[in-house]
């Protein structure tokens, strides 16, 4: 039986039985979205979903269907669209009316010729992937029959048409929109019936919607009861609504769903995401940018190094566009949590001033930063509650008050000059500081309301030059340095109306903090200053890799080990030493290319050495030299058989342009590098926290956790110990928000003098003191990339839904949303509260059931603590079985043992505390452990 039929059973199961005991088991949910985007990680999270299968590509398809969903494809069986030139073709020998209200020619269903194009055209939808179609436009027959003969004849023609699709592909599912009148004769050959506009209609040729008249209400409800209890056949509602009244659709769909159907409440095009069954919380915000002069890279823009990270640990992934680009057109509420705008400069395009108004109108969250570089006029302004302060005398600035949201990080002793401001006219538009100039103007450069919120410059950050006074320094060599003058955090919560839900979390996982470890290949040919000048490489093996078994990525730089590079006479050796890292059971392999390009931007096949590659004789540039080529001389001459090559550790500048992403890609290599985490005690501010990942066209380049040892000594010249300051990172990105994972990075180079490989015993020591779970590289880089797309939907009932959270395993829950129901939330294997939140630990199937409660979690057992990954997880009762396996011998800790409760792990030493165990490892698999409490 395949999942589809099982699916469409349950759901009839669900419809005879009565309808207050359907807790446990739901009918299926589903999804209609005919816009030409259809966003699938969100569609993904439906277990049935109709599309417009021209707007719907052959790895969308395939993401959908992986994701269990079944794929109905939209076809119209009673009208040819005038858009549809294939059909249009037709429209003069089968064409007999029209539906003025969508524009439409209306068929005669018994032409013969209408009846071969659509039993072809569901054939030609079959072997596309399409096993499931919605058919459409059923009714359009009563448009040109007007008398009862006429009508039974467009009956029993649709009624054979829809048999000889059938007969083609006897496994084929088939949804009808309407067709009352024909369910009882293709009763058997359906899965479903649909009917639009229960409560709430779209009327096209107004263009308004409207409430349905209580006559046409009672007459459809009449027949859906019918189809339901006598047909016993699953019904779908769909309802329209204005997509801003986004509280009207979850209150019709409850009423839906109340009535024992199946709801889906969207706009009138049915191109956004409605609420149904489930309503999915969109987890992407749109970031506008605006590429400027040199920083012609989003890694350079303030929207990316700046507001990317916050969102992330507030659950969301970003969604960068261009502003100067095409922006995304269709419904957007729905499919995006809000938009975020930081610009550094003004945007002359009229078509983005109504793009943005059109959001604005649709309720779509903004939230505007620094230069608001698009003009918003007055009337729109007005809409919004706010009023524009013009011609401000900023020479003497005077703050009245300010709320929390400002002085984060700092707050200006003085304020700086500000060029613009705001007055609320609404008193659901919030002034969070409020200034007043010479003129004794009072203005807000900091608001938000229903709308979202504006941050205006200069109350966004607050930039300084870092001056040492002892230095003599005039400051025009120091570093500029930032600090948040408003609370991130605090102000996207806000602006964006952020939903309280669970929250995905990169860098945990059962209870214990991420650890990676991983090695740049520079400087591998170096000799150590120690006795006997060995190679750093061979001291890095023998001091850290030998003696930690801590799971670590290791790359070698082909021009400086390999026979074709700089050190042809030294490879024979150099090589030696890296077969013998690569056989370590604890290490995982990695290229860091083949000539260690600096600038990515620059490069371009031909190019010769110069300054932005080593000066490797007569080598010049090749991308798939340096990728591919690279790996495959690791594989064939370095790795030892059966263990691959996994990554490429990005060099030099780290910002690798599409043609190197899409070359690791086809070579089959996760990648890693980048970013500039390195926050300190000196340095105390987010603003040095980088985001995870980094778009580039359709690949993403994962950044490292944490930046390398060559900036902490300032490109390894002093301090040669300052690599102890990555401690402090890593006790700032842990407290009081715990933002990214222990990740311990540096070159080979570490090894040349002791003080630098002291500082490096330093860290590792501090890593190894803390309670983590290691992971190699290529774990952590799945882990982040998986983080854009695990889906966060609420049902119905107030429980939750958790999908495609395969290798991202937890959720932050906060604490107004109660604690987990165990026994109705089986794919949860426990709780763990920290100081920094509670992070509940999954098991890490595809898709999971989220009950919460208020007052304590209920009783059974659960997993506080482990090192290692869950590999299986059955609760059973208050028991459960499970296995678990990690890259470091084993230590778990589990609560919720009730005294009688029985443990069954043969090869762990198990220590009883009252209700909680902790179970010890020699090895890194559990093997099978039982906990029996019942």
């Known amino acids: ?54 707007h719907i590509d052959a790895a969308q398809r395939a993401a959908l269907t992986a994701s269990g969903a079944t794929l109905f494809a939209y076809l119209s069986v009673g009208e040819i669209d005038r858009h549809d030139q294939a059909a249009m073709q037709l429209a003069p020998q089968v064409a ?54 006429a009508r039974q004849q467009q009956q029993a023609a649709l009624i054979d048409i829809i048999r000889a699709i059938h007969a083609a592909h006897p496994d084929i599912k088939l949804m009808l929109n309407r067709g009352f009148e024909i369910v009882p004769a293709v009763r058997a050959l359906i899965c479903g019936v649909a009917a639009e506009s229960l409560f709430s209609e779209w009327a096209p040729t107004r263009k308004r919607y409207q409430p349905v008249a209580d006559d046409d209400r009672k007459a459809l409800l009449e027949q859906l009861r019918h189809i ?88 969301y992934a970003a969604d960068y566009r261009d502003v100067d680009g095409p922006l995304p057109e269709g419904e957007l509420r729905g499919r995006y949590a809000g938009i975020v705008i930081w610009l550094n400069r003004a945007v002359p395009s009229a078509g983005v001033r109504q793009w943005l108004a059109r959001q604005i109108d649709d309720g779509v969250p903004i939230a505007v930063l620094g230069d608001p570089g698009v003009a918003i006029d007055s009337r729109q302004l007005q ?20 709320d929390a949201m400002l002085g984060f990080e700092t707050f200006p002793d003085v304020p700086p000059a500000s060029d613009n401001g705001f007055r609320a006219t609404r008193d659901d538009v919030s002034e969070h500081l409020l200034l007043e100039d010479a ?14 919120g504006f941050a205006l410059a200069p109350w966004v950050i607050e930039e300084a030059r870092n001056i040492d006074p002892q230095s003599g320094d005039d400051g025009e060599s120091s570093e500029w340095r930032q600090r948040w003058i408003i609370d991130p955090f605090a102000f996207f919560k806000t602006a964006l109306h952020l ?75 150099l090589e030696k030493i890296a077969r013998q890292i690569f056989r370590l059971p604890n290490v995982e392999i990695a290229t860091h290319t083949f000539s260690h390009p600096f ?120 301090p040669l110990w300052g690599f102890r300051h990555a401690i402090e990172t890593f006790e700032l990105t842990d407290r009081p928000r715990r933002l990214k994972p222990i990740g311990i990075y540096y070159h080979f180079f570490s090894a040349t003098h002791l003080s630098s490989l002291h500082a490096l015993d330093a860290v590792y020591d501090y890593a190894e003191s803390q309670r983590t779970l290691p992971l190699y590289g290529s774990q952590y880089v799945k882990v982040a990339l998986d983080f ?33 129901d165990l026994a109705r939330s089986p794919g949860v294997a426990g709780l763990t509260t920290l100081p920094q939140a509670r992070y509940l630990s999954l098991s890490g199937a595809a898709r999971i059931d989220l009950a919460l409660q208020r007052g304590r979690s209920s009783s059974g057992v659960s997993l506080l603590h482990a090192n290692g990954r869950i590999v299986d997880w059955l609760r059973h009762g208050r028991g459960a079985d499970l296995q678990l396996r990690g890259n470091v011998p084993l230590h778990l800790e589990l609560g919720g043992l009730a005294p009688g409760c029985r443990i069954d792990a043969p090869r762990a030493t198990v220590d009883r505390h009252g209700a909680t165990a902790t179970l010890r490892y020699t090895g890194k698999d559990s093997g099978h452990v039982s906990v029996d409490c019942d």
């Open 1 to 54: 039986m395949t999942r589809a039929r099982l699916l469409a059973c349950c759901w009839l199961l669900l419809l005879i039985v009565p309808l207050p005991g359907r807790a446990l088991e739901r009918a299926p949910s589903t999804a209609f979205y005919y816009g030409s985007t259809p966003p699938t990680a969100l569609l993904s999270q439906f277990d049935q979903v109709v599309v417009e299968p021209a």
């Open 96 to 149: 007999r009316g029209r539906n003025a209200a969508w524009d439409s020619s209306v068929v005669d269903l018994t032409s013969p010729i209408w009846r071969q194009f659509i039993v072809d055209r569901a054939d030609r939808l079959w072997q596309q992937g399409f096993h499931a179609l919605f058919l459409d436009t059923l009714d359009s027959y009563q448009l040109i029959a007007h008398d009862p003969a």
């Open 228 to 315: 339901r209890d006598d047909d016993h056949l699953p019904v779908v509602v769909i309802d329209y609504v204005a997509p801003k009244d986004r509280d009207r659709a979850r209150a019709l769909a409850r009423r839906i769903d109340a009535l024992g159907f199946t709801p889906w409440v969207s706009n009138g095009d049915l191109d956004g995401m409605g609420v149904g069954a489930i309503e999915v919380m969109p987890r992407k915000v749109l970031m506008l940018y605006a590429l400027n002069g040199s920083d012609d890279d989003l890694a350079y823009s303030a929207v990316h190094n700046y507001a990317a990270m916050p969102l992330e640990y507030l659950g």
């Open 383 to 402: 809409k919004m509650g706010l009023r524009t302060v013009a011609d401000i005398d900023s020479r003497h600035e005077t703050v009245i008050r300010h």
């Open 439 to 452: 003129r004794h103007q009072r203005y807000s450069p900091v608001v938000t309301g229903p709308w979202g």
């Open 499 to 573: 939903p309280t839900m669970p929250v995905p979390d990169a860098t945990t996982e059962n209870g214990n903090r991420y650890l990676t470890v991983h090695i740049d290949g520079d400087g591998f040919a170096n000799r150590a200053s120690m006795p006997g000048t060995p190679y750093v490489s061979d001291v890095i093996m023998r001091h850290e890799l030998q003696r930690r078994p801590l799971p670590t990525t290791v790359s070698v730089i082909e021009g400086e080990v390999g026979p074709s590079g700089l050190y042809p006479d030294q490879s024979p050796a």
């Open 599 to 718: 600038d990515w931007q620059l490069l371009h096949d031909g190019q010769s050495p110069g300054d932005n590659m080593m000066p490797i004789p007569g080598y010049h540039f090749s991308m798939q030299r340096e990728i591919a080529g690279s790996a495959d001389y690791i594989a064939d001459r370095l790795a030892p058989p059966g263990k691959p090559v996994k990554m490429v550790l990005w060099s030099g500048n780290a910002l690798p342009k599409q043609n190197a992403l899409a070359d690791a890609a086809q070579r089959g290599l996760l990648n890693m590098n980048g970013g500039n985490t390195d926050i300190s005690r000196d340095n105390d501010t987010l603003t040095a926290v980088s985001p995870m990942t980094r778009p580039v066209g359709p690949y993403t380049q994962v950044y490292a956790p944490v930046i390398n040892e060559n900036v902490y000594t300032n490109g390894y010249k002093a």
């Open 788 to 820: 854009a797309d695990v889906g966060i939907a609420r049902r119905l009932d107030g429980d939750w839904q958790i999908s495609g959270a395969t290798d991202v395993r937890t959720l932050r829950l906060p604490d107004d949303l109660g604690t987990p």
